[in-house]
């Protein structure tokens, strides 16, 4: 896909999302096409790249507070860095990676940014979410005390629900 092609496809992505939020119902037609064409131009850090998208939220908590707020609809206070790597729990097992690991006063949010399409996406991320969730209970609990694992995968790309109608 060319530059051009794909300023295009995230001019139109942008406006969409603009002409369907109702904050910007009262900005004129001329204001949220200017607006629309700042977001599509990246003239900053492409947050798609994994460095970049951990350099933005670890050195500014406050901004990922408002994602998470936003995307969650909950009502995040503060937020602490966990490890990113998980360690192996045998010698055979996958070396886990996340992104981003919050720990959250009410459970933990795994926060993923995909670049690239991955056939194996959603395996991948119930996976990892899986994995969070099983290190909850260690080895002479006697109950299973478990608290929320939330995964946020950030696409760089459009991966239907498999339940959802084809268009």
């Given at each position: 896909?060319?530059?051009l092609?794909?300023y295009?496809?995230?001019?139109r992505h942008c406006?969409?999302?603009?002409?369907?939020?109702?904050r910007?119902?009262?900005?004129?037609?001329e204001?949220?096409?200017?607006?629309?064409?700042?977001?599509?131009t990246?003239?900053?850090?492409?947050?798609?790249?994994?460095?970049?998208?951990k350099?933005l939220?670890?050195?500014h908590?406050?901004?990922l507070?408002?994602l998470?707020?936003?995307?969650?609809?909950?009502?995040?206070?503060s937020?602490?860095?966990?490890?990113?790597?998980?360690?192996k729990?045998?010698?055979?097992?996958?070396?886990?990676?996340?992104?981003?690991?919050?720990?959250?006063?009410?459970g933990?949010i795994?926060?993923?940014m995909q670049?690239?399409?991955?056939?194996?996406?959603r395996?991948?991320?119930?996976f990892?979410?899986?994995?969070?969730?099983?290190?909850?209970?260690?080895?002479?609990?006697?109950?299973y005390?478990?608290?929320?694992?939330?995964?946020?995968?950030i696409?760089?790309?459009?991966?239907a629900?498999?339940?959802?109608p084809e268009?």
């Amino acid at each position: 896909m060319s530059e051009l092609d794909l300023y295009r496809k995230r001019y139109r992505h942008c406006r969409r999302l603009i002409d369907n939020d109702s904050r910007f119902k009262g900005m004129s037609e001329e204001d949220k096409d200017t607006y629309a064409q700042s977001l599509a131009t990246p003239e900053y850090l492409d947050l798609t790249c994994d460095w970049a998208f951990k350099y933005l939220f670890q050195n500014h908590p406050d901004m990922l507070i408002m994602l998470l707020n936003d995307i969650l609809q909950e009502n995040i206070m503060s937020i602490e860095f966990r490890n990113t790597e998980l360690a192996k729990d045998a010698q055979h097992d996958k070396k886990i990676l996340f992104d981003l690991l919050c720990k959250t006063p009410t459970g933990t949010i795994l926060v993923e940014m995909q670049k690239a399409s991955r056939s194996d996406q959603r395996d991948r991320l119930f996976f990892y979410g899986a994995r969070l969730v099983n290190r909850q209970v260690e080895e002479g609990d006697k109950e299973y005390v478990l608290t929320p694992v939330k995964v946020i995968c950030i696409m760089n790309y459009e991966d239907a629900h498999p339940d959802s109608p084809e268009d």
